[in-house]
T-cell receptor, first 118, second 114 residues
Framework: GAVVSQHPSRVICKSGTSVKIECRSL??????MFWYRQFPKQSLMLMAT?????????EQGVEKDKFLINHASLTLSTLTVTSAHPEDSSFYIC??????????????FGPGTRLTVL | AQSVTQPDIHITVSEGASLELRCNYS??????LFWYVQSPGQGLQLLLK??????LVQGIKGFEAEFKRSQSSFNLRKPSVHWSDAAEYFC????????????FGKGTTLSVSS
């Protein structure tokens, strides 16, 4: 199946710094990628939909100026957490749909990035 | 509103016993249904999916799920649980639109006792 990677897998940063997380589709081109956030013992919550070449669409309650999303190419989307604070500590997961899968909206998930803000 | 409900937060099953994890959905369009498993600190692994056709679908690791439209359910089953099945299980629903994200249930934690 299609493979999605994330980098880094784990990051620890100081409060007030910015952190960039990369999501790559390794063997397919993804016009749309999704960013989810997962708090401990909780489900995945959609943060935003990342569209190649256009602005991301954010879910209600997600600060677009804090969580900057860039989808500059068909294989790369980045999520930058700006001025991170301890409450931003979470598990961030991206997913991408492989158009080659036909009309089915099967999404392939990255392995996730654990962000810890001290 | 579109949603996925997993009624059981935590289930404990004896090793070798059968398992059923419940999932109910509310979705406006034709649903595409998924079950994922997540081990601690890890990403999601797709167990199985239903798009159309046979309502009983087979997945990896001996799991199966049955789509029941009349009950809006997509329950996950396994005839004999192994200790390595202990993990978090998520049911999700989506559709065939490229720009639509999946909606996840809150998850069910499976513990396996010896």
């Amino acid at each position: 199946g299609a493979v999605v990677s994330q980098h880094p897998s784990r990051v620890i940063c100081k409060s007030g710094t910015s952190v960039k997380i990369e999501c790559r589709s390794l063997d397919f081109q993804a016009t749309t990628m999704f960013w989810y956030r997962q708090f401990p013992k909780q489900s995945l919550m959609l943060m935003a939909t990342s569209n190649e070449g256009s602005k991301a669409t954010y879910e209600q309650g997600v600060e677009k100026d804090k969580f900057l999303i860039n989808h500059a190419s068909l294989t790369l989307s980045t999520l930058t957490v700006t001025s991170a604070h301890p409450e931003d500590s979470s598990f961030y997961i991206c997913s991408a749909r492989d158009p080659g899968q036909g009309s089915y909206n099967e999404q392939f998930f990255g392995p996730g990035t654990r962000l810890t803000v001290l | 509103a579109q949603s996925v409900t997993q009624p059981d937060i935590h289930i404990t099953v004896s090793e070798g016993a059968s398992l059923e994890l419940r999932c109910n959905y509310s979705y406006g369009a034709t649903p595409y249904l998924f079950w994922y498993v997540q081990s601690p600190g890890q990403g999601l692994q797709l167990l199985l999916k239903y798009f159309s056709g046979d309502t009983l679908v087979q997945g990896i690791k001996g799991f199966e799920a049955e789509f029941k439209r009349s009950q809006s359910s997509f329950n996950l089953r396994k005839p004999s649980v192994h200790w390595s099945d202990a993990a978090e299980y998520f049911c999700a629903v989506g559709d065939n639109q490229a720009g639509t994200a999946l909606i996840f249930g809150k998850g069910t934690t499976l513990s396996v006792s010896s």
